[in-house]
């Protein structure tokens, strides 16, 4: 007796996309290329670069080891840095004084990778938390219970100058004041700064991944309970609305780029923003995305070569033209078969 064979009379079956790597690489709608990545770098004085710790990324370098970085990631394809300082305890101040110093670590480390590397797009951290010794973003009220806006707004404009002056193709602001991407712009413009670019952090939001990045600037006691803190400043993650007017605030302001943070957290609201302009959109995968990743790969539970990717890839669905990550120099390793 012949046995009936069960069959669906199906129009449509989906697996005939995935039935083999070239036909599921043809129907591919998103595609991760070393050009779209930023790797976020932390520069040091000093010679020897320090203790890398457990998490490579976040390792801070002298500006000799950071041109050697820089080099590597050029030749890798990628087009991008986000360079941070680590400042030395005793430079730091209550007012982030050190911001200003026209011979700042941050001046030299542009002025040297321009130099090296003048293809690769230098963008500059702007906020004081590197340089105060409380961590906030910004110069405090004289009560101290608050960080006063607008002095932090003058302080980021004439920061952003003489970064443009050191050579940074962008600066981006990611301290969350009200007005300072139009008074950034304007303080470009007028020292004669026109073709500097802003990348701002638009929406980004008081997220708890920030930790390992605190450790790397030595900015974590402003994650402490002491008042103020900075969800008086960053966003909510609760709001969805709140930061998309955020992105629309900075590009009527003058941003060039927006970027939302952090990105794997943030992937609605990455959405939101390429839907709402056409301007580039970036994301920040953040040093708390990359640890937990790291951390779980190393007890065995992920594998870190495709966790990486799909959490890259997720960020560049969402809409993100660039991403910021900690992985940028393995992931071109990886694009390039290395
Ligand atoms: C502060 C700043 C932070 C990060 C980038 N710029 C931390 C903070 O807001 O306290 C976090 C980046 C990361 O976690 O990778 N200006």
């Known amino acids: 007796m012949k046995e009936e064979t069960f069959r669906l009379n199906l129009a449509s079956r989906g697996r005939r ?14 595609a991760l290329r070393a050009s779209d990545l930023v790797a976020p770098l932390f520069v040091t004085e000093g010679r020897e670069s320090a203790d890398p710790g457990p998490l490579p990324g976040l390792r801070p370098m ?30 730091k101040d209550e007012d982030g004084r050190a911001a200003l110093d026209p011979d700042g670590l941050v001046l030299r480390a542009v002025r040297a990778v321009k130099a090296a590397v003048p293809g690769l797009v230098v963008m500059t951290d702007v906020a004081l938390d590197p340089y105060t010794t409380h961590g906030h973003d910004g110069v405090l009220t004289p009560d101290r219970k608050d960080v006063d806006n607008d002095r932090t707004v003058e302080a980021l ?12 193709d962008f600066v981006a602001p990611s301290d969350m004041m009200d007005g300072r991407v ?17 990348l701002a952090y638009a929406a980004k939001f008081a997220s708890a991944f920030y ?36 992105v629309l605030e900075d590009l009527e302001e003058g ?15 990455i959405r939101d923003a390429r839907e709402a302009t056409l301007r580039p959109v970036a994301a920040y995968q953040v040093s708390g995305e990359y640890a937990a ?38 992931t071109a390793e990886a694009l390039a078969g290395k």
């Open 211 to 246: 930790g390992p990045f605190r450790e790397a600037v030595g900015s974590a006691p402003a994650a402490g309970k002491r008042a103020p803190d900075k969800r008086t400043y960053q966003l909510n993650p609760a709001n969805r609305r709140e930061a998309l007017r955020e």
């Open 182 to 198: 139009a008074a950034i712009r304007a303080a470009l413009d007028a020292a004669g700064f026109g073709r500097t670019g802003i």
């Open 157 to 168: 404009a004439r920061m952003a100058v003489l970064h443009a002056g050191a050579g940074a």
């Open 293 to 330: 990743m790291v951390a779980a790969a190393r007890a065995g539970w992920l594998d870190l070569d495709k966790a990486r990717h799909e959490s890259l890839l997720a960020i560049k669905r969402a809409g993100a033209d660039m991403i910021l990550t900690y992985f940028a120099r393995e």
């Open 17 to 30: 996309l995935r039935a083999g790597a070239g036909v599921r690489a043809l129907v591919g709608e998103t």
């Open 255 to 269: 941003a060039d780029i927006v970027m939302v943070k952090p990105a794997g957290l943030c992937l609605d609201i």
């Open 62 to 91: 002298s500006v000799v080891d950071l041109i050697k970085e820089c080099r590597a990631l050029a030749k890798l394809g990628v087009c991008g840095i986000m360079l941070f300082p680590r400042v030395e305890t005793e430079l």
